[in-house]
């Protein structure tokens, strides 16, 4: 067992710097494609963070009565009066016991009228004629789910008789949101397994270049009894090497590509605050881009000397 990994050893490193030229390449060759491979795992992270909450967090609202919308006298259906503070404790107790609801927040006319400065701040016009009394009470609702959203509108819409007014989802954006969501999931795992493949493909063709170039060697090996495990296991060590080796140096562009987005990120005061992605993030993929150059170059090395044996 001493004499056979010392073989092993001898043997991987003398092939190594046989072949420096194409070590080098193979090393590089491991460490772009799973750069690019890690730089669309991070960025599918990226997506995974800044879409959980609006994935999870899609919220209606559930406007209540008031006296702009209190029609007394009006045969179809609407708010016969403002809503009572019993109507919006009773709406309130509803949210607090739904299943379907996360989380809630009541807006009272005061708040209505200071988000409207908010919104309308760059036009004092408009905001001049906002009555702070005529605005209505609401409740905004975080459903659990994005597709509960519809289920919790229905609940609560058409009740004029419990002082609910109306109830404004958003319906389309929700259905493309979601939609949005898997459609960019989908890509960019359809882009990383193409990645890897094409690793794969990349360190076959090296292992068969260098596989070439002592095929001689490799058949007098033959001659004299050595066994295709014998003569497999070296180029196997000098593939996962080179993979490991690589992968490395694509661990540390990947996290490097961390601290470049999530300095852009703090540049961008709050616009892509919810898109981020943690060294926690960045380590995982790390370690899971080395384990698969290791693994890659052992399996490409293996792959490349098949046609240089009878196995």
Same mark, same amino acid.
């Given at each position: 067992?001493?004499?056979?990994?010392?073989?092993?050893?001898?043997?991987?490193?003398?092939?190594?710097?046989?072949?420096?030229?194409?070590?080098?390449?193979?090393?590089?060759?491991?460490?772009?494609?799973?750069?690019?491979?890690?730089?669309?795992?991070?960025?599918?992270?990226?997506?995974?963070?800044?879409?959980?909450?609006?994935?999870?967090?899609?919220?209606?609202?559930?406007?209540?009565?008031?006296?702009?919308?209190?029609?007394?006298?009006? %045969?179809?259906?609407?708010?016969?009066?403002?809503?009572?503070?019993?109507?919006? %404790?009773?709406?309130?107790?509803?949210?607090?016991?739904?299943?379907?609801?996360?989380?809630?927040?009541?807006?009272?006319?005061?708040?209505?009228?200071?988000?409207?400065?908010?919104?309308?701040?760059?036009?004092?016009?408009?905001?001049?004629?906002?009555?702070?009394?005529?605005?209505?009470?609401?409740?905004?609702?975080?459903?659990?789910?994005?597709?509960?959203?519809?289920?919790?509108?229905?609940?609560?819409?058409?009740?004029?008789?419990?002082?609910?007014?109306?109830?404004?989802?958003?319906?389309?954006?929700?259905?493309?949101?979601?939609?949005?969501?898997?459609?960019?999931?989908?890509?960019?795992?359809?882009?990383? *397994?193409?990645?890897?493949?094409?690793?794969?493909?990349?360190?076959?063709?090296?292992?068969?270049?260098?596989?070439?170039?002592?095929?001689?060697?490799?058949?007098?090996?033959?001659?004299?009894?050595?066994?295709?495990?014998?003569?497999?296991?070296?180029?196997?060590?000098? *593939?996962?090497?080179?993979?490991?080796?690589?992968? *490395?140096?694509?661990?540390?562009?990947?996290?490097?590509?961390?601290?470049?987005?999530?300095?852009?990120?703090?540049?961008?005061?709050?616009?892509?605050?919810?898109?981020?992605?943690?060294?926690?993030?960045?380590?995982?993929?790390?370690?899971?881009?080395?384990?698969?150059?290791?693994?890659?170059?052992?399996?490409?090395?293996?792959?490349?000397?098949?046609?240089?044996?009878?196995?």
């Amino acid at each position: 067992m001493a004499l056979h990994l010392g073989y092993v050893t001898r043997e991987t490193a003398v092939s190594l710097r046989r072949n420096l030229l194409m070590t080098l390449a193979g090393i590089l060759t491991v460490a772009v494609s799973l750069f690019l491979f890690g730089g669309v795992l991070l960025l599918s992270r990226m997506v995974d963070h800044g879409t959980a909450r609006w994935k999870n967090g899609v919220e209606l609202e559930i406007f209540l009565c008031s006296k702009s919308t209190a029609e007394p006298d009006s %045969a179809k259906p609407a708010c016969r009066s403002e809503a009572s503070e019993g109507q919006i %404790a009773a709406v309130r107790t509803e949210l607090e016991q739904s299943p379907d609801v996360r989380r809630f927040r009541f807006f009272s006319k005061e708040d209505a009228f200071n988000e409207a400065k908010r919104i309308f701040a760059g036009d004092p016009e408009l905001l001049s004629n906002i009555d702070p009394e005529g605005l209505p009470v609401s409740f905004r609702v975080a459903p659990k789910r994005a597709e509960l959203t519809e289920k919790v509108a229905a609940h609560f819409n058409n009740r004029f008789n419990d002082g609910i007014d109306t109830v404004l989802t958003a319906k389309e954006q929700v259905r493309r949101l979601l939609a949005g969501i898997r459609w960019i999931r989908g890509l960019f795992f359809a882009i990383a *397994g193409v990645l890897l493949a094409s690793s794969l493909f990349l360190i076959v063709n090296t292992i068969r270049l260098a596989t070439f170039a002592r095929r001689r060697e490799i058949q007098v090996m033959k001659l004299v009894g050595a066994t295709n495990w014998f003569i497999r296991v070296p180029f196997m060590c000098e *593939g996962l090497i080179q993979g490991a080796i690589g992968a *490395g140096l694509a661990f540390g562009g990947v996290y490097g590509l961390r601290v470049i987005l999530s300095d852009l990120v703090d540049r961008s005061k709050n616009l892509f605050s919810a898109f981020y992605v943690t060294g926690g993030d960045a380590i995982a993929i790390g370690l899971l881009i080395v384990a698969v150059g290791a693994t890659v170059g052992a399996m490409g090395s293996a792959i490349g000397l098949r046609r240089f044996l009878d196995a």
